[in-house]
């Protein structure tokens, strides 16, 4: 990982967390200074917690521990009433913090053991892969997202379809919907879009992206050809390139992959790229990651280029999804 990254990323993080402490301590002394009787619950909470950890030091005595206790939850219901009366939320003494999991700190400790937070890691593949592609996603999200661009008209003939454009993309949508809401389901499918450019692909790609990373999910967007170019980058140590570049394909919850067909494909090229599809269709360590492909090629030329291996796995563990209709790029300009 880019440690210059990582470590402005750090002090913008430090930066958030003494923010929420300082409008904590403002929001505190005012709620304090109009109900003392709260800085008064606080304080004896905070010595009943230095008695308790003596007696769990110095002490066996369940007797002693079981009276801490009591004197505990009946301060602490007593606050909760006090700020129910004053209808604030249970939590208006804690400080705002951004990320829940890791309270702004960018890291999380379990059992002596310190992980990266996937909010960090996300605003990391941001600036080092995601770029401008899916950075965008106050714009480019399921609110902006209108049915009406595409036109309620069928044509059979021109779209070898039973239903109109409209309609298609409504079904997709619901697709994507149902992708989100089951994104930890094994059984739930991957997805592949496959149409002409213009038809909504990238931005529903990037809506789902938005819905993932709200639900504290890691999303890494990268093109076919910028993906595998890092891959042989890395295979043959070119660019100086790091093997984290190349485990944060297998490892981020949510892969989009872009514009597949547009990359100068060779054998390395198409032996790594049934690898990532291959292994992340695998449940590593119990974690179902998903993968997005999408693709201005047809069935059809997805088989005839990449071949059986390949076309198996996106047939089989892919729900297929066929945009068709006018370039809406193009559409009210």
Known sequence: MNSAILSELLKTYEQKRLTAEKDLEIRKNKLYMDNPRLQEIDDELSKLGISTAKALIMSNSKELLNELNIKVNILKNEKLNIL???NLPIDYLTPNYHCKLCNDTGYIQDEYKSTMCNCLKQKFYNIEYNKSNIANLEIQNFDNFS???????????????????????????????????????????????????????????SCIAKEIIQRDKTVLYQTAPIMLDTIIDYKFNKNNSSDETYKN????????????????????KFTELFNIINTRLLNQND???????????????????????????LIGDYNICRFFGEDIRFLNR
């Open 84 to 86: 129910k009366n004053l």
């Open 147 to 205: 049915l009406d661009k595409y036109s309620d008209k069928i044509d059979k003939e021109k779209y070898c379809s039973e239903i109109s454009p409209r309609e298609n993309i409504n079904l997709i949508k619901n697709i994507c919907l149902n992708f989100i809401e089951n994104f930890d389901d094994p059984k739930e499918k991957n997805l592949l879009f496959t149409g002409n450019t213009g038809l909504g692909k990238t931005f529903l790609s």
């Open 249 to 268: 394909l297998f490892d981020v919850d949510l892969l989009i992959i872009d514009d597949l067909g547009t990359e100068a494909l060779n054998n390395v």
């Open 287 to 313: 974690r179902c990651l998903k993968t997005i492909i999408s693709t201005n090629l047809s069935l059809p030329i997805l088989n005839k280029t990449y071949g059986e291996r390949i076309i198996s796995r």
